[in-house]
């Protein structure tokens, strides 16, 4: 079982910038597809970003063009760097393993998540 730790979160003014990171136990990190969700209060978790083993990304609309997600399997740690960050941008951060079947699973239990809170 992966366990998986989020942070960098914090408090931020809209236009701002945060790097989330997330550091996974276990081998199995380099060889699965990763992502990052976000959860809002009263809402369920919501899928951000995904990235496969190769590198390959994909993004929820409403980030497209403002956060990257990007990955070092060598330091098994996935990241989200979030630019022009919106209040709407403001939940909780959750990175997961993921499957493509074809529509993307969530494999691991959830985490604390990290807070990202932004400020107008």
């Known amino acids: 079982q992966v366990q998986l730790v989020e942070s960098g979160g914090g408090l931020v003014q809209a236009g701002g910038s945060l790097r989330l990171s997330c550091t996974a136990s276990?081998?199995?990190?380099?060889?699965?597809?990763m992502a990052w969700y976000r959860r809002a209060p009263g809402k369920q978790h919501e899928l951000v970003a995904t990235?496969?083993?190769?590198?390959?990304?994909n993004y929820v609309d409403s980030v497209q063009g403002r956060f990257v997600i990007s990955r070092d399997n060598a330091k098994n740690t996935l990241y989200l760097q979030m630019n022009s960050l919106k209040p709407e941008d403001t939940a909780v951060y959750y990175c997961?393993?993921?499957?493509?079947?074809?529509?993307?699973?969530?494999?691991?239990?959830w985490g604390q998540g990290t807070q990202v809170t932004v400020s107008s």
């Open positions: 276990g081998s199995i990190f380099s060889v699965n597809a």
């Open positions: 990235i496969t083993s190769g590198g390959s990304t």
């Open positions: 997961n393993v993921i499957q493509f079947v074809p529509s993307v699973v969530a494999l691991g239990s």
